[in-house]
């Protein structure tokens, strides 16, 4: 963190339902939100994801649940979405230049079977408040910023 530049400027995840279950912010661009704030795009963002699945012109059930919103462009920003087979939702706001975000998702998949999942102590579904899953998700983007496997904001 410390001032430095981060691509990655926020990451939620959302549960099955809709609720936020985890929200951070990973740089000093990322307008400050309050919890409510923080409620409300989860929710907004979930519902926007499931009105874009029940548009979708390619539908069969059989072998696949319909798939919502991956990935959205804008001119300061972009967001990816990463749908999870038990319907748990990843995302992230980054730069717009950003590249890398869908196999950064998925490594924070890994990193969320890993810290929260395993922990005896937390219930599926939950908010999580994990100091061990903070810590490695914040040195995990850190270090995917260092190594260059994301661009750098031009900001």
Do not use: W
């Not at 981060?6 to 099955?16: D, E, H, R, S, W």
């Not at 951070?24 to 519902?47: D, E, T």
């Not at 749908?83 to 890994?110: H, Q």
């Amino acid at each position: 963190f410390a001032g430095a530049p981060m691509p990655v400027l926020t990451l939620f995840i959302v549960n099955k339902a809709g609720s936020l279950i985890y929200h951070k912010n990973f740089s000093l661009q990322a307008r400050k939100i309050n919890a409510n704030q923080c409620l409300y795009m989860a929710s907004v963002f979930h519902g926007l994801y499931l009105n874009a699945s029940s548009l979708s012109p390619f539908k069969n059930p059989e072998t696949a649940p319909p798939m919502g919103i991956k990935k959205m462009m804008m001119a300061s920003f972009r967001l990816e979405c990463l749908r999870t087979l038990t319907g748990l939702k990843f995302f992230v706001t980054a730069d717009p230049d950003a590249d890398y975000l869908e196999s950064l998702l998925n490594e924070i998949y890994v990193i969320y079977t890993d810290y929260v999942l395993k922990d005896p102590f937390y219930v599926v579904e939950m908010p999580i408040r994990l100091e061990s899953f903070d810590q490695k998700i914040l040195s995990h983007i850190s270090e995917a910023s260092a190594r260059g496997d994301m661009k750098s904001p031009h900001r």
